[in-house]
């Protein structure tokens, strides 16, 4: 089995052998689910094929009956000129009609394939994008369904109409002299040896070449998302590197497969023609001994050129019928991915109305990358309907990670984590997400306007919906002071806003969504102290009535919560409100003595400064 580079998270190469290559045509086989529904279209282009063929293989007999007649009448040689004609003017009208039909067919077929995939990996854990970089999966997406459309449009057709002139011309070439077919058969075995031969070695390259090119697009992709990090660490010329090492090596293998590829095609065409040659050679002695007209000898020349060129076609689009197998291949992964999250066949419906009770019983979990450390370890939590709680500890103690199963992204290894009574592995992921209302660490903001990144979760709201969330999230006064206001692009990943703009933003959503649970995870990190003051009044606001848990590392953002929640070490340490955990000292006491000691410390040697400067 031959090795493919294989993409990494970090954009790196490595060389694996756990992704099959391709052995055959037959993986084509697993487009014909998306061919089916149009068959219609299928036999009318193959119906359009039949003729154009048939056309072309009755024009010779037209080109004979030409040389044979010039001694003929004047008004026979007309007639058989314009017979001759006629042929024509059907073989055009039908291959535009084939080019049509099957062009069409081919957009059609990968349309929806482009379509299959991007619903099939949208709806994927995030564990799957751990293993599989999105950059490689849009060079699918596109580079290799571009490559099946040309040869669902293109290379088939021309491979079934060749093949049909090859067996029609071989016919052909025995009813005109069943002596010089016989020659003709012999160098068979001779053109197909190298093709073969060759093919498999061609096939091997196919796959490594388009593999190579998804390398390239995920580690473009990786650097150009990153690219004022990139920038602040100087390192443009260090990924510049990178990324030219993996574009040579896709130019070497793409090297290596195009010159076995023109060497096969120069030898099958060299044994080809030298064999027609051979055979002409011999057909003129038998003209001029009289064994044969000159008409049958140019129409057998005619065909003998019809087959070798039908012959010589085919191998050059076996190559790429090659190219279409890895590429299906590849699609079809994608297409049946397994996701280690699925949904119930038989899924319990969420009760309504939702009232918002989440409960961890004996919940533990660990990360597939860091198996002998644990994210959380028994965890045992019960959060009542319409609490606040917020949980906090330092970096790694698992707070995130209890949103994340929340959310239903990760299973846990033990345990269960249910709402309203209900474990969430019982239930349809897409029908208690809708109870879920979520505020990343990291913002997600769409190159869409600010009033369709607020109305992502409720496309139907209005537009005094939308400016009231915004007003409770303070974004509708940056939002008004853009260019065009809520109608203003924000840019990729919200390049225009800064990162406290982009929390609003994501807050603003979150809000507008008006979900019975709402998830904060450090949704405050990125704002200034008066910004800060003042969405945390508005997530007092909407957090009434509501399940609200807040992630947090700066403890003011979570003193009035009902409840706090201290993690460590992926275990819940201690749990209470802001007063009683610092009279109880341990962990959450210290945390709170060091930012808040500190802040006062920073607050007292300002305002020293200040009375020196007025001094």
Known sequence: ???????????????????????????????????????????????????????????????????????????????YFEAALAIVVALAVGTALRYFLVTRLGERVVADIRKAVFSRVITLSPGFYERVMTGEILSRITTDTTLIQSVIGSSVSIALRNLMILVGGMTMLAVTSLKLM???????????????????????????????????????????????????????????????????????????????????????????????????WIGARDV??????????????????????STGALSEIWGELQRAAGATE?????????????????????????????????????????????????????????????????????????????ERFRDPDAGKVMLDGI????????????????????????????????AFGRPDATEAEIEAAARAAHAHDFITALPGGYASLLGERGVMLSGGQRQRIALARAILRDAPV???????????????????????????????????????????ADRIVVLDQGRIVAQGTHEALVAQGGLYARLARLQFTDGADDAATDATAAQRGAA
């Open 1 to 79: 089995m031959a090795r493919r580079p294989e993409t990494t998270r970090s954009g790196a190469t490595a060389d694996a052998t756990d992704r099959p290559t391709s052995r055959r045509i037959g993986a084509l086989a697993a487009l014909w689910p998306f061919v089916r529904p149009y068959w219609s279209q299928l036999v009318l282009s193959l119906a359009a094929l039949v003729l154009t063929a048939g056309i072309s293989l009755i024009l010779p007999l037209a080109v004979r009956r030409v040389v044979d007649g010039f001694g003929a009448g004047s008004d026979l040689l007309d007639a």
């Open 182 to 280: 016989g020659l003709v058969l012999l160098l068979v075995p001779i053109v197909i040896v190298p093709i073969v031969v060759m093919g498999r070695r061609l096939r091997i390259l196919s796959r490594a070449n388009q593999d190579w090119i998804a390398t390239s697009s995920g580690a473009a992709s990786e650097s150009l998302l990153a690219a004022a990090t990139v920038q602040a660490y100087t390192s443009e010329g260090r990924i510049a590197a990178d990324f030219d090492r993996v574009t040579e090596q896709s130019y070497d293998t793409a090297m290596r497969r195009v010159t076995t590829r023109a060497l096969m095609t120069g030898i099958v065409i060299f044994l080809i023609f030298a064999g027609v040659i051979g055979v002409l």
């Open 288 to 309: 001029r001994t009289g064994a044969m007209s000159v008409g049958a000898l140019v129409q057998f020349v005619i065909y003998a050129i019809m087959v070798a060129g």
């Open 330 to 406: 590849r699609l079809a992964e994608l297409l049946g991915a397994r996701d280690l999250l699925r949904d119930p066949a038989h899924p319990i419906p969420l009760s309504q109305p939702v009232r918002g009770a989440i409960t961890f019983d004996g919940v533990s979990f660990r990360y597939p990358a860091r198996p002998d450390l644990p994210a959380l370890e028994e965890i045992d939590l019960r959060v009542a309907p319409g609490e606040t709680v917020a949980l906090v500890g330092p970096s790694g103690a698992g707070k995130s990670t209890i949103v994340q199963l929340i």
């Open 423 to 454: 474990d969430l592995r019982d239930m349809e992921r897409a029908d208690f997400r809708r109870a879920i209302a979520l505020v990343p660490q990291d913002p997600v903001i769409f190159a869409r306007s600010a009033r369709d990144n607020i």
């Open 518 to 560: 709402l998830l904060l995870d450090e949704a405050t990190s990125a704002l200034d102290a008066e910004s800060e003051r003042a969405v945390q009044a508005a997530v007092q606001e909407v957090s009434r009535d509501r399940t609200t848990i807040i992630v947090a590392h700066r403890l003011a953002t979570v003193k009035r």
